[in-house]
Nanobody
Framework: QVQLVESGGGLVQPGGSLRLSCAAS????????MGWYRQTPGKQRELVAR???????IYADSVKGRFTISRDNAKNTVYLQMNRLKPEDTAVYYC???????????WGQGTQVTVSS
């Protein structure tokens, strides 16, 4: 079992920055693929960024060059640094942990990010 707790969301002006954190419990963290997803009302949850255990990253086209995902396996934590935020980045952001061994999927409770002047 993996439990995920997100933090770092909030209200920020366009052009500003936020850093989201996701603290994970359990011994599987270092071997799991970690990701950040986001969802707005009436829309499907979408991938924002993902990082493998080896540090390989992928990003949604809409956030490339602005967002950076990273992980600290010693702290069982994954981060999402969000720069040059836009109003369209407003969403609930969810942390995800995927085990390539068991194929189990784990989700955090979500953290609200609002980009508005």
């Amino acid at each position: 079992q993996v439990q995920l707790v997100e933090s770092g969301g909030g209200l920020v002006q366009p052009g500003g920055s936020l850093r989201l954190s996701c603290a994970a419990s359990g011994s599987e963290f270092s071997s799991n693929i970690m990701g950040w997803y986001r969802q707005t009302p009436g829309k499907q949850r979408e991938l924002v960024a993902r990082i493998t255990s080896g540090g390989i990253t992928i990003y949604a086209d809409s956030v490339k060059g602005r967002f950076t995902i990273s992980r600290d396996n010693a702290k069982n934590t994954v981060y999402l640094q969000m720069n040059r935020l836009k109003p369209e980045d407003t969403a609930v952001y969810y942390c995800n942990s995927y085990s390539t061994d068991s194929r189990d999927d784990y989700w955090g409770q979500g953290t609200q990010v609002t980009v508005s002047s």
